[in-house]
T-cell receptor
């Protein structure tokens, strides 16, 4: 079955440490997205990429970095500059189509600080 | 910047009650509208979508939503809820953000608890 795979499901980070969250899709979608979900805050866009080797900052990009070297993969690095990284992180993808294509979501990674 | 408002943070209903969840957005141009649902322990799933045409759209599991352009609203409805509808519901608006790209903005979500 096609879908989005996020790993790991749970991740713990020590203070001052960078961690990378994995996101892989086999839906042949061009666009990929990273969101952060906090209780009562909904989903907020961190970064998105519409094509390989290109990505744009979302609303809350500070303290995060991404890469898009392959169409299937869009890893997110939470750097030590992100002062409040504890959250649920969701990866999504969509095909292009003038904003009409719904996004498909992975199961998420829950990041906690030790 | 566009924004999406969901009026209720938590709604509690008994089974068979009718449901209406409010969603308003602020964007003056053409929008594409979505409702997503997140069941406990599961990933976000698309419930229904509106692009153009009939403003009353039907989705999965008996849900429907009505787009009222003059009110900038896209409220979600279901005539009779079931315990299995317990979930968090997110309204989302996709609007043109320039340079050929669209940005999807989510509301903060409404938790629905259905009591058997």
């Amino acid at each position: 079955d096609g879908g989005i795979t996020q790993s790991p499901k749970y991740l713990f980070r020590k203070e001052g440490q960078n961690v990378t969250l994995s996101c892989e899709q086999n839906l042949n979608h061009d666009a990929m997205y990273w969101y952060r979900q906090d209780p009562g805050q909904g989903l907020r866009l961190i970064y998105y990429s519409q094509i390989v080797n290109d990505f744009q900052k979302g609303d809350i990009a500070e303290g995060y970095s991404v890469s898009r070297e392959k169409k299937e993969s869009f890893p997110l690095t939470v750097t030590s500059a992100q002062k409040n990284p504890t959250a649920f992180y969701l990866c999504a993808s969509s095909s292009m189509g003038q904003g009409r294509q719904p996004q498909h979501f992975g199961d998420g990674t829950r990041l906690s600080i030790l | 910047a566009q924004s999406v408002s969901q009026h209720n943070h938590h709604v509690i209903l008994s089974e068979a009650a009718s449901l209406e969840l409010g969603c308003n957005y602020s964007y003056g141009g053409t929008v594409n509208l979505f409702w997503y649902v997140q069941y406990p322990g599961q990933h976000l799933q698309l419930l229904l979508k509106y692009f153009s045409g009939d403003p009353l759209v039907k989705g999965i599991k008996g849900f429907e939503a009505e787009f009222i352009k003059s009110k900038f609203s896209f409220n979600l409805r279901k005539p009779s809820v079931q315990w299995s509808d317990t979930a968090e519901y997110f309204c989302a608006v996709n609007a043109y953000s320039g340079a050929g790209s669209y940005q999807l903005t989510f509301g903060k979500g409404t938790k629905l608890s259905v009591i058997p």
